[in-house]
Every structure is written in structure tokens, then in C-alpha cells.
């Protein structure tokens, strides 16, 4: 199994930078495909980025393209979203999530494990 706990949320300016952290427990933590979502009010949850155990292979999704960069450091056992030239259409919580069986995927059912989620707020 894998736990899944994030941090690093909060309120920043539009233009602004924020790094989120996913910490995680669990022996397959390490051969498992680590996930970000997001889900704004009202809206549906949202595929960000994810990233392979390895750390090689990353994916992201069209709106952040660019902007956001997903790292891992198995040693720390340790996810990151940094997130740069932030908008206030990025305002949501944001999911970290697992995926033991390590396809690198968009699609949130293939994910068996989430976190409680972080809160980010960018102001215009």
C-alpha cells in the first residue's frame, strides 16, 4: 500500500511560484507512478502531471505545460509539483496519487491511492 500526505499549498499573487510536496509511505512506494491532480469548485478533477519510480519519464497536462515541473527523490520518499507563473485559473486543491501498477496515465481511475489534498489560491 501507499499513504499519501501533501503540503506545500497556500495563497500567492498571479506571476507566483509555489512548490508542493507529496510524502509518501508504503514499501511500493518506490515502484509506484506518482500523480498530481486538481479539482477547482464545481469543475472536475483534473489530471496535472505525473511521474515513473525512475524519475525518467514525466507527463503533463496541456494547461501547465511549461509552467510546472513534477521531480521525485525516492530516498526522501518524496514528490514535488514545483509550479511556476502562477494564474488564478490554477486556484484548486490539488491530489497527489499513486499508481502501484506504474503506467504513466492521465486517467484518475488508474490511481488507487490519494491524498486528503492541498489547498492553493492564486489572486489576480
Known amino acids: 500500500q501507499v499513504q499519501l500526505v501533501e503540503s506545500g499549498g497556500g495563497l500567492v499573487q498571479a506571476g507566483g511560484s509555489l512548490r508542493l510536496s507529496c510524502a509518501a509511505s508504503?514499501?511500493?512506494?518506490?515502484?509506484?507512478?506518482i500523480g498530481w491532480f486538481r479539482q477547482a469548485p464545481r469543475k472536475e478533477r483534473e489530471f496535472v502531471a505525473a511521474?515513473?519510480?525512475?524519475?525518467?519519464?514525466?507527463y503533463y497536462g496541456d494547461s501547465v505545460k511549461g509552467r510546472f515541473t513534477i521531480s521525485r527523490d525516492n530516498a526522501k520518499n518524496t514528490v514535488y509539483l514545483q509550479m511556476n507563473s502562477l494564474k488564478p485559473e490554477d486556484t484548486a486543491v490539488y491530489y497527489c496519487?499513486?499508481?502501484?501498477?506504474?503506467?504513466?496515465?492521465?486517467?484518475?481511475?488508474?490511481?488507487?491511492?490519494w491524498g486528503q489534498g492541498t489547498q492553493v489560491t492564486v489572486s489576480s
Open positions: 496519487a499513486g499508481d502501484i501498477n506504474g503506467a504513466l496515465s492521465p486517467r484518475i481511475g488508474e490511481y488507487e491511492y
Open positions: 511521474i515513473r519510480w525512475s524519475g525518467a519519464s514525466s
Open positions: 508504503g514499501r511500493t512506494f518506490r515502484t509506484a507512478t
